[in-house]
């Protein structure tokens, strides 16, 4: 069982360019959520999907994108990166009721230079 | 709105004396509160959490959490830690205006256990 992966690990983009950071869950979880981390910060929700066909923002979404075509993926899209998105991105799923914790994915670390 | 203050971002501690990781919480609505630990280049692994019921609850290596709806508090301790307790611990509430999709996290705690 796999939990939640996340591709690439490391990331060095430059400022302007567009990339997309994949997250995939195998254990059929309906929720689904990205987070970045920056130091002092704790970490921030960016997008979110409640369910395939569903994603709503969470409190720092301007400068990405999500959508949720299928219940296993969720990825994140840098429409045109800037050194303030430089980041650790981590993905989160959980099973639809809010008494379950968010299962974690390893994170991609994200330098724009 | 919600929210969660972690008091202390680092907490150094000699190994095998005991240890309380503060944490408040605000919320207009019943919340879930949960504790993460992440351990260095890794992601966050959910620790405890509190739900309803008994307000003290406890992990599986020997954290404890306890409850406290009057000081909207839900700190967590250990009698005595170990070098591979080492990591950064985040306090975490859900509810709120985006219902229990959102989880809302404090700035982290890092401790750091001295031989």
């Known amino acids: 069982n796999a939990g939640v992966t996340q591709t690439p690990k490391f990331q060095v983009l430059k400022t302007g360019q567009s990339m997309t950071l994949q997250c995939a869950q195998d254990?059929?979880?309906?929720?689904m959520s990205w987070y970045r981390q920056d130091p002092g910060m704790g970490l921030r929700l960016i997008h979110y999907?409640?369910?395939?066909?569903?994603?709503d923002q969470g409190e720092v979404p301007n400068g990405y994108n999500v959508s949720r075509s299928t219940t296993e993926d969720f990825p994140l899209r840098l429409l045109s990166a800037a050194p303030s998105q430089t980041s650790v991105y981590f993905c989160?799923?959980?099973?639809?009721?809010?008494?379950?914790?968010?299962?974690f994915g390893s994170g991609t670390r994200l330098t724009v230079v | 709105a919600q929210s969660v203050t972690q008091l202390d971002s680092q907490v150094p501690v000699f190994e095998e004396a005991p240890v309380e990781l503060r944490c408040n919480y605000s919320s207009s609505v019943s919340v879930y509160l949960f504790w993460y630990v992440q351990y260095p280049n890794q992601g966050l692994q959910l620790l405890l959490k509190?739900?309803?019921?008994?307000?003290l609850v406890e992990s599986i290596n020997g954290f404890e959490a306890e409850f406290n709806k009057s000081q909207t508090s839900f700190h967590l301790r250990k009698p005595s830690v170990h070098i591979s307790d080492t990591a950064e611990y985040f306090c975490a509430v859900s509810g709120g205006r985006f219902g229990n999709e959102k989880l809302t996290f404090g700035t982290g705690t890092r401790l750091t256990i001295i031989p």
């Open positions: 989160a799923s959980r099973p639809g009721q809010g008494l379950y914790g968010y299962t």
């Open positions: 999907s409640v369910g395939a066909g569903i994603t």
């Open positions: 509190y739900l309803s019921g008994s307000t």
């Open positions: 254990m059929n979880h309906e929720y």
